[in-house]
């Protein structure tokens, strides 16, 4: 009947509107977007849902997912990663799909003895299928202060960013038979947990449990982002303000001069650069530029 559709398309438009209104005021929410997945009180969401702390000690981690998944996005969260001494200590923001031949874009920082660097360790999966990293130090202290870390994810390419610099890129090659992941709705997912059998120089240095408990937190989470409900996809509220730029960004001349100032500078691990860990030849994206 015209007259409901009208009106559905009324409500529909106010509540648009309102969404809008509300993303520009409030970006993501922690209470609203989120929910804990492990670790019970060790996570716990402040203010409102401005603020998420997440901790670690002996007998478990913690962590947390979104409530809702998306298919291509932008994806902005604020991290203060632990102080002291994190040796052992993951602390995770990463986006991932379900099953076996799942697709997953990884931020991880893997912490250090005081004094020492905290590694950034990033990789892409594709139908089940990693085996992508790259690593990086910092150019500061992750530790000291907030900092954003965004994952950017369109049908072309995955753009990784620390404070709006781009670190890394992943090219859609699927033209060369590179799989991307582009089809399964990914959740966002963060954690920090205890790996001292591999994480800090090699599982070397064990975690410090008298330092316990240990504390990340984050803040500001933002998705600009196709939210998939019911199978459908639906623009989250602060997309619609975004007019979907994310959809088709790449890098411009300054991104790629940053780009190539990481990648030369704080770059301390390309798999494309890792020859004798595919000795019958490096995987197929390697053989092109990484500052697409
Ligand atoms: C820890 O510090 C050492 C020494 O500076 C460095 O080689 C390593 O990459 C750092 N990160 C981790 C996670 O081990």
Known sequence: MKGTSYLSFKVRLTVLLMAALVSTTFAGNFKNDMDITFGGARANILNGGQDLTLSLDQYSGSGFQSKHEYLFGRFDIQLKLVPGN?????TTFYLSSQGAAHDEID?????NSSGNPYTIHTNVFAQGKGNKEQQFHLWFDPTAAFHTYTILWNSQRIIFLIDNIPIRVFSNNEASG????????????ASLWNADDWATQGGRVKTDWTKAPFTASYRN????????????QVPTSSGINDNQAWSSQGLDAAGRN?????????????????????????????KQSRFL
């Open 107 to 111: 931020f991880e920082f893997l912490g």
């Open 221 to 232: 989470f933002n998705a600009i982002a196709n939210m998939v409900v019911g199978g459908n």
């Open 258 to 286: 940053r780009l190539r100032w990481v990648q030369s500078k704080h770059m301390i691990y390309n798999y494309c650069d890792d020859r004798n860990r595919f000795p019958n030849g490096l995987p197929t994206e390697c």
């Open 86 to 90: 994190s040796a052992g200590t993951v």
């Open 178 to 189: 590179v799989a991307f992941p582009k089809s399964q709705p990914m959740r966002v997912y």
